[in-house]
């Protein structure tokens, strides 16, 4: 049926109306609801829509354009095409007996919903900020049957249907406008607009822009989770500020593309207050949007804790922090800014803890409190070395309730999680490689995995290990040999010491995170032991033993640099016979070398530059050729490993009269390769 125009209401009936709705809206928050409270279901259809027309005309809109009407029956809709002007303007359709439901979706020029009504109710209002353009306005009779009326008002603020509080209803203030000053109402629902016609007074952290943007003002009442996201026609961006609107310190957040150039969203716990919601534009792009805010209500921390379940000991636990806040804070992993879980943890008596938060979703945190409330009362606190992965708490705790939570490092993260806790006595029940005598032959290498959690106290070094718990490992050496190892990756600090005779202290040839040690042949044992009482857990341990006979035919054969001349030569085909102080580490060998020698005659500077375009190489200056006890750093003079854009490496030495020798090497075992290297001698 086509539109056709309503006969308006006497005056006499419309100021009636007028101060029978004025008396109603004073219960009602915000616009819609008031329109809502102005008629019953299923009045007559003329005077709800004159109350409709009143309410809207108070707040001080003027209707535009014709009165559309028809019927139709439960879920048939008409399309209603629509010229507008720039600006805002409320849509409002009525329905009449019979009707039960009404919706209005309003397309834009490409068939795309830019905003409807949300409600269940005989009428259905919304209101758009929009440029000039066609529309087509949807109504359709959600439930029920029967006539309907439908019509456009313009003026007002763009935030009128949005308010939540009944003050901002005919408010003597300033006329909301987008701004600080006067920045629009906001709460759960959708809202459009347009930044096309805002200011150009504020920017987000996530983007520096001369873009003009919108400004909504959301009121907190109570701890909730708050999203919100922006659909746009334009490059949007989408920042939020608590208390002070002008504050760029004060920003909450601020996202740009989520998940294109068009979206942006920001999903946070809030805590009660008052926030500024800005949607501004890329660079200076600007233009019309659908901005929808959800909330959901998230419970205080004391209900959360009052709630953390016990955490099973001795097996793992596996849950996720999907839906949960960002409660409790950390003094390691960023300070956990990530959603977080709470459990319990009873110790019946003072033992060794291990806690292991394993994720592949997030970085974990893992952080563990005598009071789950009081942050000041956190006891320890690990993280991931990278994304996934695990995050690890060690230490002899006290009998007691313990607070754990898991948590991650980036901001708003969550996931999948799963949660260990293992104890053991504070002395340990014993394990392999606990003592001397049990020690653990160390195979073929790179590298040995390793747990002191339930080894007891048995052995300590000059650099420490007193009172903590320690695994040994025995070497059996049968060539003199260049001994190199280190700790990988563990759970809590470790030491390393190295006995010709274990444990015996006047027997000990290093100690250290770190060693590097000419071995004759027989036999040694190294200890990984903890730095501190509290110490304790899971290693990785790295090592090489490197045959040094092949240094002396090598030193001996090694060709003499020639003072202007450049050597061609490779690595490729040859042995690892030298290890260079900047190359390898961590315990792994470095790549084949080569060596070169130097004859001065008198004092000098020397420059050699070497050029390996196909790998990684190191260079060495020795004042010895071969390796001596104290390792190659004894021997070495100067060690290059950093190369320019051009792969060349340079070492620059002023040297007095004698012999010298110069190690071509890979930084790592697979470096291998062709390569130049020039000698000269400066005066």
Known sequence: MGAQPLPRESSARTTVARLHLRSRIVACAGLALAVACASTRGGPLEPRFVAVHNALAAMGLAQVGPIHQGVLAEGREVRIPLELAAGCTTIAAVGGDGVRDVDATLLDSQGRPIAHDTTNEPQAVFRACLDADAYVLVVKIASGGGAWLAASWQGGSPGALSSSSPESVGSKGREPNGTCDAPLPLGPGTVVGSTTHGEKENTGSCDQNDSRELVYKLEIVQRERVTVEV?????????????????????????????????????????????????????????????????????????????????????????????????????????????????????????????????????????????????QSEVSCGEAAGAG??????????????????????????????????????????????????????????????????????????????????????????????????????????????????????????CGRDLDEILAPGSYFIAVDGASEDALGRFTLAWSAQDLTAQTGACLGAPVLVDGATVAGTTAGASDKFAVSCSGGDGTASGPDRVYRIVLSRRGHVHLELSAPSFDAAIALRKACADATGGPRAAELQCEGDSDAGHRTVVDRTLEPGQYWVVVDGQGPTDEGPFSLEYRLLR
């Not at 806790?421 to 160390?442: Q, S």
Request: hydrophobic share 35%.
């Open 389 to 510: 992965g695990d995050a690890v708490i060690t230490g002899v705790f006290d009998a007691g309730t313990y607070t754990v939570f898991a948590d991650a490092r980036d901001r708003d993260a969550a996931g999948r999680y799963s949660l260990e806790v293992a104890i053991a006595p504070p002395g340990g029940n014993g394990t392999a490689g606990d003592v001397c005598a049990d020690a653990i032959p160390l195979g073929i290498g790179p590298a040995v995995s390793g747990d002191t959690f339930e080894a007891r106290d048995d052995l300590s070094g000059s650099c420490g290990g007193a009172s903590a718990a320690d695994v040994v490992y025995r070497l059996d050496v049968s060539r003199r040999s260049r001994f190199v190892a280190g700790i990988q990756a563990e759970e809590a600090p470790h030491v390393l010491v190295l006995w010709h005779r274990c444990g015996d202290r006047s027997g000990e040839l290093a």
């Open 231 to 375: 659909e746009a026609q334009f490059d949007s961006v989408l920042y939020v500020r608590k208390d002070d609107c002008t504050d760029p310190n004060a920003e909450v957040d601020c996202n740009d593309d989520a998940p294109d150039r068009t979206h942006s969203r920001i999903e946070r716990v809030l805590e009660p207050g008052t926030y500024f919601v800005f949607v501004d534009g890329y660079a200076r792009d600007a233009g019309s949007f659908k901005m929808t805010v959800t909330t959901t209500d998230v419970p205080a921390l004391t209900d959360v804790c009052r709630r953390a379940p016990l955490l099973a000991l001795g097996s793992p636990t596996i849950s996720t922090t999907v839906s949960m806040g960002n409660d409790a804070e950390a003094s390691c992993g960023g300070g956990a800014q990530g959603a977080d879980a709470p459990w319990r943890v009873d110790l019946p008596s003072r033992s060794r803890v291990r806690i292991v938060d394993h994720s592949d979703e997030v970085t974990p945190v893992v952080h563990l409190r005598h009071s789950c409330v009081d942050e």
